[in-house]
């Protein structure tokens, strides 16, 4: 069983930029959530989706957002970037009550 | 919201050598897992352990669910366990996932 899928695993942008990740569940895991790790704050969450709807969202800013899709697949996106957003965003996705299953990352870095 | 503490905050051992990693939190969970974070970043998942005892090859966990805290546990550390180890848990009500700060582990050859 594939595991979560996150792309692109690096990315550069510039303050002021726009930025779209992706993420792909584990077949059939419907929740999906992301977090934001920086050395600072530690590992924070962002927001969770199941079914395509948003059940809960973290204490971040509205240049945060996020969406999923019919096929669980999320995307999160972080619009006008600052260079506090440099981190690592982490997905999960769990099904059931069960335990959260990460993927690998996608690493941000705003120059 | 529920308050998760790690300690220590940072261990260094020699090789072969036993370690005691413990997680308090602050209320009732529904879930609690214990992770180990390699040095591309990924958490990988070491323990679902809401209550009880688990045990996996020389790591093994606890979770004292009424008295709220969980250990882990490992025995005999080699340089590949070296990394930064998070507890956390979810309440079963918000759909979230609170971490602690960590243990940093490093095992020396």
């Known amino acids: 069983k594939a595991g979560v899928t996150q792309t692109p695993r690096y990315l550069i942008k510039t303050r002021g930029q726009q930025v779209t990740l992706s993420c792909s569940p584990i077949?059939?895991?419907?929740?999906v959530s992301w977090y934001q790790q920086t050395p600072g704050q530690g590992l924070q969450f962002l927001f969770e989706?199941?079914?395509?709807?948003?059940?809960n969202k973290g204490n971040f800013p509205g240049r945060f957002s996020g969406r999923q899709f019919s096929n669980s697949r999320s995307e999160m996106n972080v619009s006008t970037l600052e260079l506090g957003d440099s981190a690592l965003y982490l997905c999960?996705?769990?099904?059931?009550?069960?335990?959260?299953?990460f993927g690998s990352g996608t690493r941000l870095t705003v120059v | 919201g529920i308050q998760v503490e790690q300690s220590p905050p940072d261990l260094i051992l020699q090789e072969g050598a036993n370690s005691t990693l413990r997680c308090n939190f602050s209320?009732?969970?529904?879930?609690l897992q214990w992770f180990h974070q390699n040095p591309w970043g990924q958490l990988i998942n070491l323990f679902y352990?809401?209550?009880g005892t688990k045990q996996n090859g020389r790591l093994s966990a606890t979770t004292v669910a009424t008295e709220r805290y969980s250990l882990l546990y490992i025995s005999s550390s080699q340089t590949t366990d070296s990394g930064v180890y998070f507890c956390?848990?979810?309440?079963?009500?918000?759909?979230?996932?609170?971490f602690g700060t960590g243990t940093l582990l490093a095992v020396q050859p």
């Open positions: 999960a996705s769990r099904t059931g009550n069960y335990g959260y299953t």
């Open positions: 077949s059939g895991h419907r929740s």
């Open positions: 989706y199941f079914s395509e709807t948003q059940r």
């Open positions: 209320d009732s969970v529904n879930n």
């Open positions: 352990i809401p209550s």
């Open positions: 956390a848990v979810d309440d079963g009500a918000t759909n979230k996932l609170i």
